[in-house]
């Protein structure tokens, strides 16, 4: 099992930035690929970004490419999510998960862990 705890959201203006965290316990966090999706009220949970295991590989949602980065450090246990320029379309519940089958990145279907949300608001 593996347990995730994200943090870091809150309320900013358009334009401002917020870095997320998520901290991993339980199995090895370095065996995973780990991923970041949102929900906005009255939407569907959506992908926006991943990072593979050793942090060599990241995979950005269109609409967060050049804004937002994705990294982790294996030492402790933690992947982030850097968001600058943000908007109000960003508004929603940010989500960690941990990749837990072959079907990934971009599929919520694969990932197998979920923290319990951080929630972001932009306002305009």
């Known amino acids: 099992q593996v347990q995730l705890v994200e943090s870091g959201g809150g309320l900013v203006q358009a334009g401002g930035s917020l870095r997320l965290s998520c901290v991993a316990s339980?199995?090895?966090?370095?065996?995973?690929?780990m991923g970041w999706f949102r929900q906005a009220p009255g939407k569907e949970r959506e992908f926006v970004a991943a990072?593979?295991?050793?942090?060599?590989?990241?995979y950005y949602a269109d609409s967060v490419k050049g804004r937002f980065t994705i990294s982790r450090d294996n030492a402790k246990n933690t992947v982030y999510l850097q968001m600058n320029s943000l908007k109000p379309e960003d508004t929603a519940v940010y989500y960690c998960?941990?990749?837990?089958?072959?079907?990934?990145?971009?599929?919520?279907?694969?990932?197998?862990?979920w923290g319990q949300g951080t929630q972001v608001t932009v306002s305009s």
């Open positions: 998960a941990a990749l837990s089958t072959g079907l990934g990145p971009y599929s919520a279907a694969a990932y197998g862990y």
């Open positions: 990072v593979g295991k050793s942090g060599g590989s990241t």
């Open positions: 339980g199995r090895t966090f370095s065996r995973y690929g």
